[in-house]
């Protein structure tokens, strides 16, 4: 069987991994399925568009200068080709729905990824552990003083608001 070699950047790689693999698929099954439908239908199987703003996607923050760097950083710091993306989905939605600035900064660890993050004029660290993949902790300072809240992810807004 043929091979083929694709270049392209790291945002849309993570970000096409992100998806394929909640799709139940590779990126090499993807590929070729993108292939199949352009022989199929003679031509690019979707249309060819200009638009004079750019969409967000469901995948904003996989596509993120933040989130990319942290790659980055992970994969340099442990020595590793890849981070399974899926594990961060829950926090990803949640940081999407509050609306989080895009001056954020992430660290990815094994089992833990940690964001700072500002909202709403205050800054924030949300420590997120993924074997507990419905709660966060969000640490904040004020006066001073620390303060930390355990929180369920879907209450992170409202919690956010509460310091």
């Given at each position: 069987?043929?091979?083929?070699?694709?270049?392209?950047?790291?945002?849309?790689?993570?970000?096409?991994?992100?998806?394929?693999?909640?799709?139940?698929?590779?990126?090499?099954?993807?590929?070729?399925?993108?292939?199949?439908?352009?022989?199929?239908?003679?031509?690019?199987?979707?249309?060819?568009?200009?638009?004079?703003?750019?969409?967000?996607?469901?995948?904003?923050?996989?596509?993120?200068?933040?989130?990319?760097?942290?790659?980055?950083?992970?994969?340099?710091?442990?020595?590793?080709?890849?981070?399974?993306?899926?594990?961060?989905?829950?926090?990803?939605?949640?940081?999407?729905?509050?609306?989080?600035?895009?001056?954020?900064?992430?660290?990815?660890?094994?089992?833990?990824?940690?964001?700072?993050?500002?909202?709403?004029?205050?800054?924030?660290?949300?420590?997120?552990?993924?074997?507990?993949?419905?709660?966060v902790?969000?640490?904040?300072?004020?006066?001073?003083?620390?303060f930390?809240?355990?929180?369920?992810?879907?209450?992170?807004?409202?919690?956010?608001?509460?310091?």
């Amino acid at each position: 069987m043929p091979t083929i070699q694709v270049r392209t950047d790291d945002q849309t790689k993570i970000a096409s991994t992100a998806l394929f693999e909640r799709l139940g698929i590779t990126m090499s099954e993807a590929i070729n399925l993108f292939l199949r439908q352009a022989v199929m239908r003679g031509g690019i199987p979707f249309a060819l568009t200009i638009t004079e703003e750019r969409h967000e996607t469901s995948a904003g923050i996989l596509e993120s200068e933040a989130f990319i760097d942290a790659i980055k950083r992970y994969k340099s710091i442990n020595n590793k080709a890849d981070f399974d993306v899926t594990k961060l989905e829950p926090l990803f939605v949640a940081l999407e729905a509050i609306g989080s600035d895009k001056n954020m900064r992430m660290t990815l660890q094994e089992n833990a990824a940690k964001v700072r993050l500002g909202f709403k004029g205050r800054e924030y660290v949300l420590d997120y552990n993924f074997e507990e993949p419905d709660t966060v902790f969000i640490l904040s300072r004020k006066d001073g003083k620390l303060f930390v809240k355990d929180c369920d992810l879907a209450d992170i807004g409202r919690t956010l608001g509460l310091f």
